[in-house]
T-cell receptor, first 112, second 112 residues
Framework: RKEVEQDPGPFNVPEGATVAFNCTYS??????FFWYRQDCRKEPKLLMS???SGNEDGRFTAQLNRASQYISLLIRDSKLSDSATYLC?????????????FGTGTKLQVIP | EAQVTQNPRYLITVTGKKLTVTCSQN?????MSWYRQDPGLGLRQIYY???????DKGDVPEGYKVSRKEKRNFPLILESPSPNQTSLYFC???????????FGEGSWLTVV
């Protein structure tokens, strides 16, 4: 089993649609979680952190389910500008050791 | 402006010719790392550094070296590049373990 798994997509959705991505992780001791956005041939940029209680930033909602070991990202009212690849990031650290693992990404294409 | 700067951005080199990709951050971050990104494989960590003079292997360290003599710099060295090291490379930094990761713009490396 991969340490972090995402559906690669692509997810092709019309403008205005709601779309959700999931990301599962294998290390139950993982401590911090993030969603990053990556545009084609560009560097990944932080979209949002994922908190245990769930968090929202405008049209974006992130949730963490520790029991089932997955994080999710919900995008409401999709815009053309949301087209990108979304990477989940799982972080484990202890003392002098840190393990940062990226999912391979889910590609989203918002269609006019 | 807070940023991670890596150079060169684009490089074509020949097998066996030593090269260095520089990385510098101006945010006084403790944690720095190098990733390579290949189609279908996502971002894979090559090396990371928790602080000055502290470096450790990531998931794919073979064929690479790093050093961390100063807090702001974390160069990636390919002593004898081979074609399988053709990839998109990202340098990244974060304040400490578990914090937001900031990426450089990426370095496209082709080894022929």
């Amino acid at each position: 089993r991969k340490e972090v798994e995402q559906d690669p997509g692509p997810f092709n959705v019309p403008e205005g649609a709601t779309v959700a991505f999931n990301c599962t992780y294998s290390n139950s001791a993982s401590q911090s979680f993030f969603w990053y956005r990556q545009d084609c041939r560009k560097e990944p940029k932080l979209l949002m952190s994922v908190y245990s209680s769930g968090n929202e930033d405008g049209r974006f909602t992130a949730q963490l389910n520790r029991a089932s070991q997955y994080i999710s990202l919900l995008i409401r009212d999709s815009k053309l500008s949301d087209s990108a690849t979304y990477l989940c990031v799982v972080n484990f650290y202890s003392g002098g050791y840190q393990k940062v693992t990226f999912g391979t990404g889910t590609k989203l294409q918002v269609i006019p | 402006e807070a940023q991670v700067t890596q150079n060169p951005r684009y490089l074509i080199t020949v097998t066996g010719k030593k090269l260095t990709v520089t990385c510098s951050q101006n945010m006084n971050h403790e944690y720095m790392s190098w990733y390579r990104q290949d189609p279908g494989l996502g971002l894979r960590q090559i090396y990371y550094s928790m602080n000055v003079e502290v470096t450790d292997k990531g998931d794919v360290p073979e064929g690479y070296k790093v050093s961390r003599k100063e807090k702001r710099n974390f160069p990636l060295i390919l002593e004898s590049p081979s074609p399988n090291q053709t990839s998109l490379y990202f340098c990244a930094s974060s304040l400490s373990s578990g914090n937001t990761i900031y990426f450089g713009e990426g370095s496209w490396l082709t080894v022929v």
